[in-house]
């Protein structure tokens, strides 16, 4: 969303309202759902060239969980606010980069579908959440690690 500089230095406080999609994003982990991020707030005049930029985001963002990579959605509420100052020359003040680092700071570290997911099976694949598998997970040894079984 970009605001017009000259317009900001008449105007007090500016009311916004716009969505963001994944379209307009770059370096996000997750992915916004079909109904993009709703970004609300205000941009107030501080000075000449320095605003206050104050938003909430309210979305839901799609992760992969860390153990069985189920597309596992979580619902994001995040405030910001920061000053933003413009170089005299600027013409435009774009908001989106301000938009994706909020969201990128606030990205969670790690996203489980639940607390008891088992995961993946480490030889076949299998999501152990839906299926059991045939694996034998213990009787089956790497041939290269014969040389530490003997040192048991």
Same mark, same amino acid.
């Given at each position: 969303? *970009?605001?017009? #500089?000259?317009?900001?230095?008449?105007?007090? #406080? #500016?009311?916004?309202?716009?969505?963001? =999609?994944?379209?307009?994003?770059?370096?996000?982990?997750?992915?916004?759902?079909?109904?993009?991020?709703?970004?609300?707030?205000?941009?107030?005049?501080?000075? =000449?060239?320095?605003?206050?930029?104050?938003?909430?985001? +309210?979305?839901?963002?799609?992760?992969?969980?860390?153990?069985?990579?189920?597309?596992?959605?979580?619902?994001?509420?995040?405030?910001?606010?920061?000053? @933003?100052?413009?170089?005299?020359?600027?013409?435009?003040?774009?908001?989106? !980069?301000?938009?994706?680092?909020?969201?990128? #700071?606030? +990205?969670?570290?790690?996203?489980?579908?639940?607390?008891?997911? @088992?995961?993946? $099976?480490?030889? $076949?694949?299998? *999501?152990?959440?839906?299926?059991? $598998? +045939?694996?034998?997970?213990?009787?089956?040894?790497? !041939?290269?690690?014969?040389?530490?079984?003997?040192?048991?």
């Amino acid at each position: 969303m *970009n605001f017009e #500089i000259n317009k900001l230095l008449q105007e007090k #406080i #500016i009311p916004f309202e716009f969505v963001v =999609k994944n379209t307009d994003l770059n370096d996000i982990e997750g992915e916004l759902d079909e109904n993009g991020a709703l970004v609300r707030g205000t941009i107030e005049k501080i000075s =000449k060239g320095n605003f206050l930029v104050t938003f909430t985001i +309210e979305m839901t963002m799609i992760f992969p969980c860390a153990r069985c990579l189920e597309p596992t959605p979580i619902n994001c509420l995040y405030d910001y606010t920061d000053t @933003v100052t413009v170089e005299d020359d600027e013409a435009i003040l774009d908001l989106l !980069p301000i938009v994706e680092e909020c969201i990128y #700071i606030n +990205e969670p570290f790690r996203v489980l579908c639940s607390e008891e997911c @088992v995961g993946l $099976c480490p030889k $076949c694949g299998n *999501n152990l959440n839906h299926e059991q $598998c +045939e694996c034998d997970k213990f009787g089956d040894y790497d !041939p290269r690690f014969e040389a530490l079984k003997n040192l048991l």
